[in-house]
Every structure is written in C-alpha cells, then in structure tokens.
C-alpha cells in the first residue's frame, strides 16, 4: 500500500530520528568563563571544533564551546541542548591553549576573554565562505606626511616582526602608527591599537577618528550596550580597520589582521588583576606568531624587559623648541614655600600648573599622635585614606567605607594626625593658599567616566581651570597645551617600593609628567627629593639608565629570570597557611626552581580573607609551569610573571 506524502514525511522523521539516537557524536566542550576543566556531552549533530552550543549542568544552563571530538566515554553524558550560530576561529582556539598552558587557569576562563565570531559574518575564517565575501574595501585616503627620520622608524618596524619604538615624548609616535595603519588599510588589512584603560584619552580618539573617520572603532569596558552593539556590527560587517582599545580589544573577532600595535607598552594597566592574569603586551606578542602579523611596541620609557628582548629604533628629541628646567628639593612629601612660592608665580603669569603625586585620597594612614594607634579596613590589613569630599575613610582594596572618628578608638584622643599627602588634601591646601585659583582634582575619584575626563580636559586646555592635581592618569599621554610648571611629589615613594622594578617605574613616571610640561613654552619642573643623583643622573638618558639597569638584573630578576607568584587566600587563616605549607614542601623537592620566599603577604588580609604567598624563580618559564602542575593544591592562585608584590 502507498503511504500518502504526509505520512511517509512523519515515517522518514522517524527513521532519521531513531538513526541519530543509534549514532551519536561525542564532544569535549569548556564552559565560558567557569574554572571547571573539560566536560563531555553528546549530541546527534556533527559539530565542529570551537562551536558555541549550550549545555546543562546542576540543572543550570551555561554557553560551552567545543574543543574536542571524542570517543564514547564509559560513563553517561548529557545531551547538548542547542547549537548557536556563534563560533570560535582555530587561531582563537590556540590563543585560548597558550592561555590557559601559561597562565595556568581553564580553557573555559581564556575563552572567557575572547567575543566569537557569528556564522555569516564578513570573515573567510575556516567557517566561512570566501566565495561570498563581500567586505568593503577601503578607499584611499588622506595621507600623513613624516619627517625623514619618523620614516627611517616607519622602515625599521616594518623589517621586523616585533619591535620597539622607542621615542622621547613628543617625537611623534603616533603620526608613526598612524601611517602605519594607512599602508594596512591600503592592503585592505586590520589594525589592533592598544592603550592602556587610563590613556585612552579622548585626544587619540578624536585624532583617529578626524583622520579614519568611520573605519575606527573604540573598545573599551565603559561603552554602553548599544555602543557595544554598534561596535561589533562595524568588526563584523567589515567597515572598520582600526580597532583601538585596552586589553579587551584584543579579544575581538578579527580577520584580515595585518598589524598590532601596543603604545605605552611598560604600562602596568596591561596586566590583569583577576584570573587569568595575563598580560595583554604579551599576549599581543604571541598573537603576532599566530597571525603572522607584525607586533609595535612603543614608549618614551619603555620597559627593560622588551628593551632587552626586542630590536629597537630609537626616536630623539621632539617637535616642542621650549626648554625643561629642573629643581630638585630636598623635603618630605609636602607642598613647601618653594613649591607654593613657584604656583603663585606661575599664576600671577596667568599660567598653567600640573601637580603630581603617586597616592590618590588624602592620605594614606589615619594615626593617633598620642597612641600611635592607626585606622585599619576591618576587612583587609591595610591602612584606609582619608577621603574629605564624603567624610570618609576608604579601604582602596574592599571598598569598605566608615565616617571618620574625631577621636581615637583606643585612647580617646583628640590628636589624630595624618602622612603622606594626597590629591584631595593637595587640592583643599593649594585652594586656601591662592582663593582665586581654578583648582582641579585630576585622578581616578573624581575622573570616573570618560565624558568626565573630556570635560575635565576640555577646561584645562581652554583656561578654565589653573592648576590639575592628580596621580598616575596625570602622565597618561593626556596633552596639555599650556603648562609651563609641573610639580612632582612622592618620587623617593615610588624609589623605596619593594619591587625589583621600582627604579624603573620612578623614573618612567618622572619622564612622563615632565614630558607633559614645556609644550608650547620653557616650563619649570620641582621634583620633591633626596635622590637628585639619581633622578638627573638618567632624566635626560633613560637609554643610559637601562644599560646600567641590566646589570642589577642579571641574574636575578627579569627579563633574565622568570617569575611566578602564587597566592592563597581563605577566611581561615590556618588552612591558607596550611595549603601554602603543603605546596612549599612539594616545591622545595624540584632542583630547577628556586623558592625566593614564602610566608604571610606584606598586606596579611583583604575582604576579611588571609592572605600567604610563595615567589618562585626560574631559568625558564616551561620549568615553572611544570613544577606548578605538579605541585598545585586547591587554594592556588597562580600569578605568572607578577607585577604586584605588596
């Protein structure tokens, strides 16, 4: 009997149907962003390596990404419930593996930093159809015109496949990248700019965007949803070739990549608090091997490490005439006669005054002067800074926040004292000093959003305000057309820091914001310290101060060791300290590492957790990861090539 086109449509559904339950497809697959290892599921689909699907856990749902097709496993395996249209590249899927090996965290954590492509997209990755591409080319546009020496530069970097830039403020760095980007979009290519999250000031992103116009695209964590949205659209349809950013930029869906370049490349802001803990320079680096793309990196200050492991054209001088001069003072960290004496001058001149110092808040430690007591985070060992605008004590580690007392818990006392001064104390004092001036606090309190830091610069370089006091985001490739008076505070602070790297850092954050001085006319620089000798020693030869920085290097610290910091952290003290114990004595049986140090952190507790560490050290960084991987207890939290030691 013939069966009617209905109901042989239901009985061939059927047949297919009980075929996929007799054949399945087994699959290894990473949760986005968990910390869980690999996971098998099954499905009657074949799949391919790096497709986003769904999945169940605990009767939770969550976006897993395939990584592997496997066998039949001997237990039971849930069934993936839903494949998306989104997909990871194989060049995403092998950065995903070196994150993951190198950093030691999942490979669900490293795919966690990275945005898929979508099926469809203007891309001829491996699942997309080259045939169909229809991506817009770029037109040829304005072009940019270099001095002979930015061309022998421009030359140099593209001879080689990582470089350094290494170019005195103003020497004219960016008009260098920005050629740079031109030849790629003339070749149809892509571009990857990275800034650190501080400078990605609103000057380079109107500079950008005057010559690019609407092939430039900004990425960054403060980008509304439809922002976000309008961004992506760009990078996935095609039109935009210059993708500049921080660290996330980095992690976005990109074909046609023909260049990246990292600016301010010894900024600390590239290297990632949280889990994994990489560095965006490198990973940049890396990525440059896996696209077979050229790498720039670049700095006035640059650090020793990519000094040393990387040839570098050296850019002198810069396009500001005026002269810098230099007064050392040998005081505290205050805002002495000579200093005011200096502001009022600058101000009566009608003037413009830059103020520095490395500490945000007031201060750094509430003491009483009759007990000595201080005012500890109840939750973390570390003193809270005074915060005037809001009354308050702040802990900069948990965010806990209390009123500040008028007298001393312990004794009673009337006499409580502050040290170290601040940025917001800094403001009040200078504003008493001289009523009639336009005071500005200039750090990350008060700059919390980049219309505020617009707006903030905006009345800075049309006059509106006199005189900016700020921290670390004063130095950050802002430019200030009209200061002639940069005051530098908290140098011998920066100096005394227990960190292998803090010459360098001190002295890159002088170069920095004396770099921001003297632009349009002969500036004066007060720098706060007992360490002339050292400061004017190398101020004007940073190239110098590296030569001689290796040989206090060598042998010990990187770039010719490797290091690697692992925390423990748990609101029991005892099982940290346990779990550090176990993992030390297990360390302490390899003979290619060395365990440089163990014990409590120098700040014990943070958001009412104890804190222990051990710092290895190594020839090579294969070694480290192997020991690691050995050894790992439960409660470690690995830190590869660390930055942070407090």
């Known amino acids: 009997m013939e069966l009617s086109p209905a109901v042989a449509a239901i009985v061939q559904n059927l047949l297919i149907n009980e075929a996929r339950r007799l054949y399945l497809y087994f699959y290894e697959v990473a949760l986005l962003s968990s910390p869980l290892s690999l996971l098998t599921y099954h499905s009657s689909l074949d799949l391919e390596k790096g497709r986003v699907v769904e999945v169940s856990l605990r009767n939770k749902n969550y976006k897993a990404v395939v990584t592997e097709i496997t066998s039949k496993p001997d237990f039971t395996t849930s069934e993936i419930l839903e494949v998306s249209d989104f997909f990871y590249s194989s060049k995403q899927l092998s950065l995903a593996q070196f994150i993951s090996s190198y950093y030691i965290c999942s490979l669900g954590e490293a795919l966690g930093l990275m945005l898929a492509y979508e099926s469809g997209m203007c891309s001829h990755a491996e699942h997309g159809n080259e ?33 350094l830039l290494f170019g005195d403020t103003g020497s004219g760095k960016t008009e260098i990248y920005m050629k740079y980007f031109e030849l790629m979009i003339a070749q149809g290519k892509r571009s990857i700019f990275l800034m650190p999250e501080i400078s990605l000031t609103p000057q380079m992103s109107q500079r950008l965007e005057e010559h690019f116009g609407e092939k430039v695209v900004m990425w960054h964590s ?43 490349e010894h900024d600390d802001s ?18 440059g091997k896996i696209y077979d793309v050229p790498v720039v990196l670049g700095s006035a200050t640059p650090s020793l490490s990519s000094y040393v492991k ?54 750094k430690y509430l003491i009483c002067g009759d007990c000595g007591h201080t005012y500890e985070c109840v939750f973390c060992s ?25 007298v001393c818990s312990k004794c009673g006392s009337g006499h409580l004292t502050s040290s170290r001064l601040g940025t917001a104390e800094a403001v009040k004092n200078i504003s008493e000093e001289f009523a009639q001036a336009r005071v500005e606090q200039f750090d990350r309190d008060v700059i919390t959003t980049s219309a505020k830091l617009k707006k903030a610069l905006k009345r800075f370089n049309e006059k509106e305000s006199d005189i900016l006091v700020g921290t670390q985001m004063l130095s950050k490739g802002h430019d200030y057309h009209g200061v ?13 820091m227990s960190d292998y790297r803090a010459r360098e850092k001190a002295l890159s954050s002088l170069i920095q914001v004396a770099g921001r001085s003297g632009r349009a006319k002969d500036a004066k620089v007060i720098v706060q310290s007992f360490n002339e000798e050292f400061f004017s020693l190398y101020l004007e030869n940073y190239e110098g101060f590296l030569e001689d920085e290796k040989k206090f290097r060598e042998g010990l610290y990187p770039p010719y060791k490797k290091l690697c910091r692992i925390l423990f ?13 176990k993992m030390q004595e297990a360390l302490s049986r390899l003979s290619n590492i060395e365990i440089v140090g163990y014990g409590k952190c120098a700040i014990e507790r943070v958001s009412d957790k104890y804190r222990f560490e051990i710092l290895l050290r190594s020839d090579k960084s294969t070694d480290l990861i192997r020991a690691i991987n050995m050894c790992r207890v439960d409660l470690a939290e690995i830190d590869m090539d660390p930055i942070e030691f407090g």
């Open 270 to 287: 590239y290297k990632s608090s949280s889990r994994p803990r990489y560095n965006a320079r490198d990973i940049a680096i890396y990525m």
């Open 484 to 496: 002639t008076l940069a005051v530098v505070l908290g140098m011998d602070n920066m100096l005394n």
């Open 382 to 406: 570390i003193g809270m800074s005074i915060h005037q605008k809001s009354h308050a004590l702040k802990c900069h580690y948990c965010n806990y926040t209390q009123a500040i007392p008028q």
């Open 131 to 163: 045939s169909n591409r229809h991506c817009e080319r770029s037109e040829a546009i304005s072009t940019i015109t270099l001095s002979a020496k930015q061309k022998e530069a421009l030359a140099f970097l593209q001879e080689h496949k990582i470089s």
């Open 569 to 581: 952290s748990h609101k029991n003290g005892l099982k940290a300290q346990e779990q550090m114990n």
């Open 222 to 264: 403060k980008l509304t949803p439809l922002q976000k949205r309008k961004a992506l659209e760009k990078i996935y349809n095609g039109t935009a070739f210059i993708i500049a950013g921080p660290r996330s930029a980095l992690f976005l869906p990109l074909e046609d990549l023909g260049l990246i370049v990292v600016d301010e």
């Open 310 to 363: 990387f040839p570098h054209v050296r850019l002198k001088g810069g396009h500001y005439s005026s002269d810098k001069e230099f007064v050392y003072e040998k005081s505290a960290e205050t805002l002495s006669p000579l200093i005011l004496q200096n502001l009022k001058f600058t101000l009566d001149k009608k003037e413009q005054s830059i103020v520095f110092l490395p500490t945000r808040a007031n201060f």
